[in-house]
Structure formats: C-alpha cells, structure tokens
C-alpha cells in the first residue's frame, strides 16, 4: 500500500486465482459471463474504503515449469474521509484556532497564556502520537503528517511569541528605557553646560566691548580739550 497521500490516498486491492498444480495443457480458467461475471459490487460497504472501480482479467502466467492459467479480479478503493474529519483535522483546527486566543490575552496574564500555549501544545502531541500508532511504521512521510506538523507549528510560535513579549516588555525593554533615560539626561547636562558657557562668553564679550567704548570717549574728549588750549 502507498500510504503517500493518506489519508486522501486511493489503493488497489487484486484477488487472483490461479492452478499451481495444472498447467494450461491440463486445465484453463475463464470468467463466465465475462465482463459481467462479479455482480453486487455496488451494494458492498466497507468502513475505511468506497469502491470506485474493478477490473476483470484472465491470463496465463508463464514459469519455468510451464504456463499456468491466473484470474484476477482488482479492486480501486478510496479511503473515506469522514472519519478523518471528525477524529483529526477538526481538532487541530480547533486546538490551532484556539492557541491564537492567546494574541488577545494581555501580557501581563502569564498564568494563563503559559496554561494555554503548553495545553494547546501537549493536546496537539496527543493527536500526532494516536495517529502514528495506529499505522505500520513506514520510512516515508505522510500528507496527514505535514498537515499536523504545520498545525503543531502554528501552535508552538502561538507559544513563543509569548515568550519574546514577556522578553521584551519585562527583560529587555525596562534595560533600553532606563539606557535611553540615562542618555536623554546626558544630552540635557551637556546642553545645560554648552548655554551656560556660551552665556559667560557672550558676557565677557559685551564687557569688553563697553570698555573699550569707553575708553574711546575719553580718547575723544581729551583731543578736543588740546585742541581748544592750543587755540
């Protein structure tokens, strides 16, 4: 059986009816009726499987002991889904769904959004494991075992996006607020001391300058009393 595409996968299931003892010299098979030999087809059930189609064949079968005369009577079937439904995709959509409640919960209920992501987690585990026992241990990946991976992956970022809020706003955050806190009042101390020096500075120079205009004047003043003695 190709378990492949399981559990959307279709098998094919042969009865063969063949003379191991008698060769086509002693003994031939034929279907009676030909085409229309198997009848009650349609009206067969099976809990797993629908039967789509059957195909009649008759032929001989050549061994080194000789041609020995086979019939062979096979069997398309398709796996009913229904079941799967129910037992499988439902619940991890459910339990999928139900782990992104978590992105409406606050972050500061980490009771309650650890209990759902871990619960959600374990119940999605469950639903692999059930699975996987009641099927033979093959080598190959399954269609219905990507689709619970990727379910199980929803659900355990759901479980770490928690984490890396709760890093955030509790581990790293309150360090890069108190980091740019101290570097907001740095640049507010430096500030403060740039106005404060270029205020002494703009001081010293108006000083200066009243001084000289000052002196100036007087400069002035005592030209013109010479001037007027020498008159």
């Known amino acids: 059986m190709d378990l492949r595409r399981y559990p959307l996968d279709e098998q094919n299931c042969t009865l063969e009816i063949e003379s191991y003892g008698y060769t086509t010299d002693d003994i031939q098979f034929y279907w009676k009726g030909g085409d229309n030999a198997v009848s009650g087809v349609s009206q067969i059930e099976l809990p797993q499987f629908s039967i789509v189609d059957y195909k009649l064949v008759s032929r001989n079968v050549v061994f080194s002991t000789g041609a020995y005369p086979r019939l062979s009577l096979s069997f398309k079937l398709k796996r009913n889904i229904g079941y799967f439904i ?15 409640v978590s992105f409406w919960i ?17 119940t999605m585990t469950t639903i692999n494991t059930h699975l996987r026992e009641t099927l033979p241990k093959i080598p190959y990946v399954k269609a219905i075992d990507m689709y619970l991976m990727g379910c199980f992956v929803f659900v355990f970022l759901a479980l770490l996006e928690y984490a890396f809020v709760n890093y955030i706003f509790f581990g790293r955050g309150p360090q890069m607020q108190k980091k740019m806190a101290e570097k907001a009042e ?26 000289k205009q000052s002196n100036q004047v007087q400069g002035h003043r005592h030209s013109r009393g010479t001037l007027h003695v020498t008159m």
């Open 186 to 211: 740095k640049a507010n101390n430096d500030r403060m001391k740039y106005d404060g020096n270029k205020s002494a500075q703009e001081g010293g120079n108006c000083k200066a300058s009243g001084v």
């Open 86 to 100: 129910l037992q499988t995709y439902m619940p991890s959509i459910l339990i999928t769904i139900l782990s992104w």
């Open 106 to 122: 606050n972050y500061d209920a980490s009771a309650a959004r650890v209990a759902l992501g871990i619960t959600t987690v374990l």
